[in-house]
């Protein structure tokens, strides 16, 4: 007679579940912080969305053609990455900071929506006594961050 318990069964090793402490875990998912050129690049397609998108509101009907709106936008551009400099940028580099353990990147691009949005909103709104006004400015600061956030996704090594 041939014994048939269950205790006979091995399981090849690729099919082990391994059983790894917590230090392990989080040895393995550490946050490293995107390179310079991804800051850059996000950066860059922050400043030409804003300046697309004040273009667009502002500036439409000002040019008699398409080049003239692409000129306005290359200088709004510069404008925008100017006043970012002291602004967007660090903002970025604090949220993308207390966004390290968030592992899903769409979280990343939503939170570079709705904190940019609300800082815009009541930074705007407090300085010129204005709600509605100030409400689309910061709508367009958050596209405008979380379009650079979305660009920099493949770069994510987090």
């Not at 946050?31 to 860059?44: I, K």
């Not at 009541?122 to 600061?141: D, Q």
């Amino acid at each position: 007679m041939t014994d048939k318990g269950a205790d006979d069964v091995v399981l090849p090793p690729a099919l082990i579940p391994r059983r790894s402490s917590p230090a392990v875990a989080a040895a393995q998912h550490r946050y490293t912080p995107p390179g310079p050129l991804a800051v850059a690049w996000g950066y860059g397609v922050a400043c030409v969305v804003l300046a697309a998108i004040a273009t667009i509101v502002v500036g439409w009907g000002t040019s008699r053609d398409f080049w003239g709106y692409v000129w306005t936008v290359i200088v709004a551009a510069f404008y925008a990455a100017g006043l970012g400099l002291f602004t967007a940028l660090p903002a970025a580099l604090l949220l993308g900071w207390l966004l390290r353990g968030v592992q899903r990147q769409g979280q990343h691009v939503l939170a570079f929506f709705l904190v940019p949005l609300l800082l815009g909103w009541i930074i705007i709104g407090l300085s010129v006594h204005a709600v509605v006004v100030p409400l689309f400015m910061g709508a367009a600061i958050g596209v405008a961050m979380a379009a650079g956030r979305a660009a920099v996704w493949p770069f994510a090594r987090a």
